[in-house]
């Protein structure tokens, strides 16, 4: 049973520039959350995505959206890319109706690199 | 605000010793969930033990045990057995129940823990 696949793995990007990452959950999940982490930080929460709708959302400028397909895969696409938004973005899935207690499944990330 | 704190940013430990990572948090949510995640090199963030504001006893998973002190506000991970394997970098995550937030995990900025032979 895959767990969560996230694409492409590393990807290099020039100042300006836009980006779409791609993340696929854990069979049986419908719920995506993404989080960029900065070198040396604790991963931050930019928002989650359930229904294809945005349910949450962190302290992160509007260049940043996403997006929920029907069969719960998600994109992450970033806007005009500033040098600071080089860093590993993880997605997160987990069953909506899961329990409070659950951690949710990461996948391994995509590095991005803005020069 | 809910609020992980990591202080010790590297940590050593002989293979076959036991460790201790701190983990201290803040909130003002009456429930919430205290989490430990492991991320190797690979950047995958792997849960490792789940401990909830409410439950009585610590919680253990294999060679995982959460030492929670509500009192101190403290959620130390102990690590039984270090392996070879277990090097890696170690993060606090906290979620709470009814605040703003509720769907979200924030962390701390992570522990690197070093197993030597």
């Known amino acids: 049973d895959a767990g969560v696949t996230q694409s492409p793995t590393h990807l290099i990007k020039t100042r300006g520039q836009q980006v779409t990452l791609r993340c696929s959950p854990k069979?049986?999940?419908?719920?995506v959350s993404w989080y960029q982490q900065a070198l040396g930080q604790g991963p931050q929460f930019i928002f989650q995505?359930?229904?294809?709708?945005?349910?949450q959302r962190g302290n992160f400028p509007d260049r940043f959206s996403g997006h929920q397909f029907p069969n719960y895969s998600s994109e992450l696409n970033v806007n005009a890319l500033l040098l600071g938004d080089s860093a590993l973005y993880l997605c997160?899935?987990?069953?909506?109706?899961?329990?409070?207690?659950?951690?949710?499944?990461f996948g391994s990330g995509t590095r991005l690199t803005v020069v | 605000a809910q609020k992980i704190t990591q202080t010790q940013p590297g940590m050593f430990v002989q293979e076959k010793e036991a460790v201790t990572l701190d983990c201290t948090y803040d909130?003002?949510?009456?429930?919430?969930?205290l989490f430990w995640y492991k991320q190797p090199s690979s950047g995958e963030m792997i849960f490792l033990i789940y401990?909830?504001?409410?439950?009585?006893q610590n919680a253990t998973e294999g060679r995982y045990s959460l030492n929670f002190q509500k009192a101190r506000k403290s959620a130390n991970l102990v690590i039984s057995a270090s392996q070879l394997g277990d090097s890696a970098m170690y993060f606090c995550?906290?979620?709470?129940?009814?605040?703003?937030?509720?769907?979200?995990?924030?962390f701390g900025t992570g522990t690197r823990l070093t197993v030597i032979p």
């Open positions: 997160a899935s987990s069953p909506n109706a899961g329990k409070f207690t659950y951690g949710y499944t």
């Open positions: 069979s049986g999940h419908d719920t």
């Open positions: 995505y359930y229904e294809e709708e945005e349910r």
């Open positions: 909130t003002s949510d009456p429930s919430y969930g």
């Open positions: 401990q909830g504001s409410y439950d009585q």
């Open positions: 995550a906290m979620r709470g129940l009814y605040q703003t937030g509720a769907n979200n995990l924030f």
